[in-house]
């Protein structure tokens, strides 16, 4: 009798320890995937801001340009600001081709990594 009582407790143990190890895995695989988007967003953050000073300082250029030649800052700002309505629309029209899809690609590589299905692999390898 004691020898299946041991028996059964030290199943438990394993279970215990096997319960522990997956809940460690889990957590190292949320942290990892989780540093990935937040990288990525960083990213994103910073080269948005670099492009907005960069397209500031050839928008005041165009405008000093232009206004040379018009011989009109109004004309120039104008000019300068319907461009930048016309981008604004076609960016808005083509969204979802530009930045939606791209973005929920790119999330959805991270979060539904393969090295998951291999570590699932792993575990029906290892219960046979």
């Given at each position: 009798?004691?020898?299946?009582?041991s028996k059964y407790a030290k199943?438990?143990?394993?279970l215990k320890e096997y319960i522990n190890l997956r809940y460690d895995l889990l957590r190292l695989?949320?942290?990892?995937?989780?540093?990935?988007?937040i990288s990525m967003l960083l990213i994103i953050i910073v080269s948005i801001m670099l492009a907005m000073m960069i397209l500031i300082h050839f928008?005041?250029?165009?405008?000093?340009?232009?206004?040379e030649i018009w011989d009109?800052?109004?004309?120039?700002?104008?000019?300068?600001g319907g461009i930048y309505l016309l981008i604004g629309i076609i960016l808005y029209i083509f969204r979802k081709n530009i930045f939606v899809n791209p973005l929920v690609k790119q999330l959805?590589?991270?979060?539904?990594?393969e090295s998951d299905e291999?570590?699932?692999a792993n575990d029906t390898e290892i219960k046979q």
């Open positions: 009798m004691e020898n299946k009582e199943t438990l143990e394993d695989s949320l942290l990892e995937k989780l540093s990935k988007v928008s005041f250029a165009l405008v000093y340009k232009l206004s009109s800052k109004i004309y120039a700002f104008l000019c300068v959805s590589g991270i979060l539904f990594d291999n570590i699932e």
